[in-house]
């Protein structure tokens, strides 16, 4: 049973437009969730995070959203840039179980 | 650079083959992790080591083993490995549990 979920595996926006990546998960334990960014043939590079016990946290281009309630967060990506592209991990983890459990991936395509 | 170094890079090996792969962190973490990521699938965490103890063993087959000298270093041993265990291995670490994990490049394993 998958307990973090990215339902879309691709996702193609324009340039400058925004880019919103989706995740779920079903397991109430977790109280930290990341996401990363990964090309081909490297490992995921640690992009932004958010504790559960915030509901939005920002860095530059990059904003993560946490919907506890609907056990949900996203990602968003304000301006796109084709640099962007990649395929986007969102995990989870629960403090002191040393656990990060990992979603699919989408793979975003920003279209120059 | 993200402070976890994987060697080798790209190992192509047989299935009567023993083999061992290479991790090792500069960042002075105390956890370090063996994910596995295959084609079309969520990366699946294999193992974690804490101070050097492991604390997790993700129902791994015997035929990976893990070793963990010190905080810094960790092994994966490989025997007799099928061809459905080629994949792209992650080593990564975290100095705590619940917060950010940086990865290393990955070794993409062939067996053939």
């Known amino acids: 049973d998958q307990q973090v979920k990215q339902n879309s595996p691709s996702l193609s926006v324009q340039e400058g437009r925004i880019s919103i990546l989706n995740c779920d998960y079903t397991?109430?334990?977790?109280?930290?969730f990341l996401w990363y960014k990964k090309y081909p043939a490297e490992g995921p590079t640690f992009l932004i995070s958010i504790s559960s016990i915030k509901d939005k946290n920002e860095d530059g281009r990059f904003t993560v959203f946490l919907n506890k309630s609907a056990k949900h967060l996203s990602l968003h990506i304000v301006p796109s840039q084709p640099g962007d592209s990649a395929v986007y991990f969102c995990a989870a983890s629960a403090v002191g179980t040393y656990k990060y459990i990992f979603g699919t991936g989408t793979r975003l395509k920003v279209l120059a | 650079e993200t402070g976890v170094t994987q060697t080798p890079r790209h190992l192509v090996m047989g299935m009567t083959n023993k083999k061992s792969l290479k991790c090792e962190q500069h960042?002075?973490?105390?956890?370090m992790y063996w994910y596995k990521q295959s084609a079309k699938k969520p990366l699946e965490l294999m193992f974690v080591y804490n101070f050097k103890e492991q604390t997790e063993n993700n129902s791994v087959p015997s035929r990976f083993s893990p070793e963990c000298p010190n905080s810094s270093h960790l092994f994966l041993h490989l025997h007799t490995l099928q061809p459905e265990d080629s994949a792209l291995y992650l080593c990564a670490s975290s100095q705590e549990s619940g917060i950010e994990a940086f990865f290393g490049q990955g070794t993409r394993l062939t067996v053939v």
């Open positions: 960042l002075g973490h105390n956890a």
């Open positions: 397991n109430s334990m977790f109280d930290y």
